[in-house]
Nanobody, 127 residues
């Protein structure tokens, strides 16, 4: 059974940085593409970033491109989201997601394509 646990959220001032981590268990981690989504109060969950099984390919939402970086360590079964130059608009609960795919599958930004989710970690950016 896939189990995802996020950590690293917290309160940060605008312009600051945070690094989120998501540790996976119960999986052969390298079989899964990994992603981050976020959900603000009253809003739908939205795609933030995702990375391929090997880590060779990644995609970002336009709103975070150039500020966020996703990476993974298959040996540690962990995916990271380095967030820089944060703004209050980045305030949300951030969710880690996993999607079992073939090696050459394109990265999906569609919420329903991702079959496994963590419980989320709150990120609050103060102005």
């Amino acid at each position: 059974q896939v189990h995802l646990v996020e950590s690293g959220g917290g309160l940060v001032q605008a312009g600051g940085s945070l690094r989120l981590s998501c540790a996976a268990s119960g999986v052969t981690f390298s079989y899964y593409a990994m992603g981050w989504f976020r959900q603000s109060l009253g809003e739908e969950r939205e795609f933030v970033a995702a990375i391929s099984r090997s880590g060779s390919t990644s995609e970002y939402a336009d709103s975070v491109k150039g500020r966020f970086a996703i990476s993974r360590d298959n040996g540690k079964k962990t995916v990271y989201l380095q967030m820089s130059n944060l703004s209050p608009e980045d305030t949300a609960v951030y969710f880690c997601a996993a999607r079992r795919t073939i090696l050459t599958a394109p990265i999906s930004r569609v919420h329903d394509d991702w079959g496994h989710w963590g419980q989320g970690t709150q990120v609050t950016v103060s102005s």
